[in-house]
Nanobody, 117 residues
């Protein structure tokens, strides 16, 4: 059974940092690109960071420069380190797995991040 389980969300003050983690199971982790998506309140989900199986990273949108995505293929985990958080970063953060060659795509249940004083 495929599972992506996010953790690490919560309430953080503006300017603070947060680490999100995603534990994967049930599929060949190293054969998948892993990504983090962000869905702000009332808006569509969008990608913010991606890492390939070999560790190549790419970042998107206004959070670029404040994010670091990493993965541990031995532990089947992917993390997202976020810094200098702003109230507009508030939203639900989702872990995503997409098979490099093949149709597989999986989502975690999401973790809420609220940036507020």
């Amino acid at each position: 059974q495929v599972q992506l389980v996010e953790s690490g969300g919560g309430l953080v003050q503006p300017g603070g940092s947060l680490r999100l983690s995603c534990a994967a199971s049930g599929f060949s982790f190293s054969s998948y690109d892993m990504a983090w998506y962000w869905q702000p309140p009332g808006k569509q989900r969008e990608p913010i960071a991606i890492i390939t199986g070999s560790g190549t990273t790419n970042y998107f949108n206004a959070m670029k420069g404040r994010l670091v995505i990493s993965r541990d293929n031995a532990k089947n985990t992917v993390t997202l380190d976020m810094s200098s958080l702003k109230p507009e970063d508030t939203g639900v953060y989702y872990c995503n797995a997409e098979e490099v060659v093949g149709p597989g795509m999986y989502w975690g249940q999401g973790t809420q991040v609220t940036v507020s004083s």
